[in-house]
């Protein structure tokens, strides 16, 4: 049984399901407790002649009846308990993921995938085992050692208590080995989000092992982190198997002194005070039997606590990690953007950078206006777009929307009004139509305008070649298709959106010049009217935007069209030059 700010609401929403799994469990425990007494009259009565046929019959029936009783408790408690420890893991789990979802990108760069799953399997496992499986051992050790022991004090004080002085040494060790258990587990789960995290990144990145033929070195590499799971592991274990074996150790001890004492009791009935019947022994010697569990779970309690607080740790590490990114207190409420953008003297760097990526950046798009940006890799250009979508905090007053600051509008608000197009073009191992179509309702309508997004992106032809077409599904993050295809798709994914603002970072760079223009010409029929920015390397690409913004080192060298820019700017002539000789060549 564990306790923590993050669960124990889950406890309050189904103690009724506690209540009846407990009134169940002890109710079976003392059925259980019924039948050594029981059979100790039935031995008496054979010791003593007393037992008549009709007697017998009569316990054996009461016995039938308590085990019938067993049966029936057993289950019930199973399906309560066990439930509603279902339940813990159920909403645990929708709780760590919504708030993963709502945490920064600061949090991420810090963390790896493969390593957050190992939260999400192996953590909330350890946690649904305390709640369910330890909270029954827990209580079931409890209350039947309790009343076990009240039972053998009941039949012989002295021998009781000669059994309970190696309890109290088992108890005292079990407490002292338990905060080492926790540390151990610990260290254990995160060999565990190690080796997951390596897993997941070799994988991913097959492609390139094998294109550099490194499959070796990764083999190796994954050894050696195996290997330290492996060696977390047997630590862990090694310190249970420990506990377990001093437990059963003691407990066989113990087993000895009840036969040799209880023995001697009734063969010398003059020198003791309490003397014991063969009966009574038997009876005793069940009810310890009885007890050997409540110590043997002892161990399992501390062994399975240790876990499920060692995993409720790491897992309150992610859900109560701050969202630094958050919706302001009183929020300007706002439905459709026109369109409008400026950045006003804005200065930015990155949480955990030392250095501005952005310094000083001053420029307006109107309403309507297809805007190039323009830039040598790690100009700051991808970081304006960050901005705009709010992945960051900015300074108050230094990015307005409309003229209102994008620091006072909710996030869902702002980020409806911006269909993105990013480096990357992640998809989904999913179909191609749910990928373009992606937040909207699958039906007849959204797939025909699927359809129309996917022929303004000029990817149409390519999805029908496919053997299933529109419902082909794609390998994870678009394995199966090509570097152009992949960027097509989250063009057409954001022309689907249809939004007010529409951001294109480098999404043509994989395709062909004639597909490049063919995308463009469709984006200015179907965007008119609205806010368009392509950010991109080539002149082509932006030199028909009404204007360009020329980013370098993190500030804005110029804006102009791209005959005022060839008669001012030395950086973007330059650029222009060189791609020309580029093209020369070529082409030669």
Known sequence: MIFGKSINKYYIQNIHLFIIGFISLIVVDTAQLMVPTILGEIIDGLDLGTLTKELLVDKLVYIAIITSLIVVGRFVWRMTIFGASRRFDYGLRNDMFEHAENLSNEFYSNRKVGGLMAYFTNDLESVRRAVGPGMVIFIDAVYLGGLALYKMSRINLRLTLYTGIPMIIIGLLAAYLGNKMRLKFKEAQKAFEDLSDFANESLSGIGVIK?????????????????????????????????????????????????????????????IENPFTVGELSEFYMLFGTLVWPMLALGMIINIRSRGKGSLQRIEEILYEDITVKDPENPVEIDELKGEIEFKNLSFKYPDGDENVLTDVSFKINPGETVGILGRTGSGKTSIVDLLLRIYNVEKGSILLDGIDIMDIKIKDLRDNFGYVPQDGFLFSDTITNNIALEFKD??????????????SDVHDNIIEFSDGYETVIGERGATLSGGQKQRLSIARALLKNAPIMILDDSVSAVDTKTEETILNNLKQVREGKTTILIAHRISTIKNADKIIIVDDGTVVDVGTHEELLTRCDFYIDIVNRQKLQEEMGGE
Do not use: C, W
């Open 443 to 456: 039906d007849e309508e959204i797939k025909n305008q699927v359809k129309h997004a996917a022929e303004l």
């Open 211 to 271: 294109a550099f033929v490194k499959e070796q070195n990764e083999i190796k590499e994954f050894l050696k982190s195996n290997q330290r799971a492996k060696d977390k592991n047997i630590e862990f274990v090694k310190m249970q198997a420990r506990l377990q074996i001093t437990i059963r150790g003691v407990v066989g001890l113990i087993f000895v002194v009840i036969l040799g004492f209880g023995a001697y009791m009734i063969h010398n009935p003059a020198v």
